[in-house]
């Protein structure tokens, strides 16, 4: 398992699947690469991933209870691994991320200015967006090191499981991981509110128990980062209120519209070179955007972003039409990911 790990890390791949009846793959860039010269087998797999396990000195047996496990691990002078293993057709199949032990300089990560100056704000919630897989702990990752490195403060990170590991700099660092650390996020998350943070970055919110306690840290003066699987701000925002009963969404709205400072989405896209950038969308919350999430005129959030009048906002669409001009990316993959691809073609 250790070799085929160096091999991957060696290939500059970014995923490494492991599933019965196919070849140990790598991903790299957008090409999935064989690590193995023949098929492995269901015994096979399971003896791979027994080995992660031995790795992360873990119980296998967390697998057998759930059907799958999220864990990491790290092997010296090669690379930290996050991996998910689970049960399919009743076999054991794994998925493990490749996260450097350094942490990325945002300008190699395509991570735009205005997105690393969020990590300025004192107090309220920013919200790092995107599907699986798009950078979203990276990009959390380096706005933690920002506040680290620039503010004297107490720093307390809730993951599942840790990616990165923050050394401690101008601030004092404490990185919670569940469930070794703690058993749920929401407990995490009570508990961190007893723990003098300035900043707490919370891995996901998952559930609604989550989310609701991440809003009072929020209102009780912590700047909180967090990330979600949406794409675009009016959605996340819409995700967030839809979790609550419908009851308590007119006080939640409200609630949200004073926390709430800034959402980012995030997407990596196809390279015309094979590899992938990121490409992201901000909108920092302002008088229009605040009545507009308290009124429930979410879907007017897009107006404001796209207007391009605001300079503390970035629209996706015109950060993939700067890529095509730059033939960083192909039109074709622009418009793929476009939110609204008729006008991106006009302005194209």
């Not at 190699?108 to 699986?132: C, E, F, Y």
């Not at 912590?222 to 675009?232: K, Q, R």
């Amino acid at each position: 398992m250790i070799e085929l790990l160096r091999k991957a890390v060696e290939m500059g791949g970014s995923d490494i699947y492991i599933i019965p009846g196919s070849w140990v793959t790598v991903k790299v860039g957008n090409q999935l690469l064989p690590l193995t010269e023949n098929r492995v087998m269901p015994e096979d797999t399971e003896k791979l991933v027994r080995g992660m396990y031995e790795l992360a000195h873990r119980s296998f047996d967390l697998i057998n209870a759930d059907g799958d496990d999220d864990f990491s691990f790290a092997i010296v002078n090669v690379s930290r691994f996050r991996c998910n293993a689970y049960k399919q057709r009743g076999t054991i199949a794994a998925i493990c991320r490749i996260v450097n032990f350094e942490l990325p300089e945002p300008s190699q990560m395509n991570i735009p200015q205005l997105v690393m100056n969020l990590a300025d704000q004192r107090s309220g919630m920013i919200l790092v967006t995107g599907p699986a897989g798009s950078g979203k702990s990276t990009t959390l990752a380096c706005m933690v090191d920002r506040i680290n490195e620039t503010r004297e403060a107490h720093i307390v990170t809730i993951e599942d499981p840790i990616e990165y590991l923050h050394r401690h700099k101008k601030s004092l660092v404490s990185q919670r991981e569940v469930p070794n650390d703690a058993s749920t996020f929401s407990r995490a998350l009570r508990a961190a509110l007893r723990q003098a943070p300035d900043v707490v970055m919370l891995g996901e919110m998952r559930d609604l128990d989550t989310i609701r306690t991440a809003i009072t840290a929020a209102e009780t003066g912590h700047l909180l980062l967090s990330s979600l699987h949406t794409i675009g701000a009016a959605k996340t925002v819409d995700r967030i209120i839809d979790t609550f009963p419908a009851e308590q969404q007119t006080q939640i709205r409200v609630q949200l519209s004073m926390v709430l400072r800034a959402v980012v989405s995030q997407r990596l896209v196809p390279t015309v070179d094979g590899k992938r950038i990121a490409v992201f969308e901000v909108m920092t919350v302002n008088p229009a955007i605040q009545n507009m999430i308290r009124d429930g005129r979410t879907h007017q959030i897009d107006n404001v972003i796209y207007g391009g009048t605001d300079k503390n906002m970035m629209s996706m669409d015109m950060e993939l039409a700067r890529l095509v001009r730059e033939k960083r990316i192909t039109r074709e993959n622009a418009l793929l990911h476009a939110s609204n691809p008729e006008t991106l073609a006009k302005r194209i």
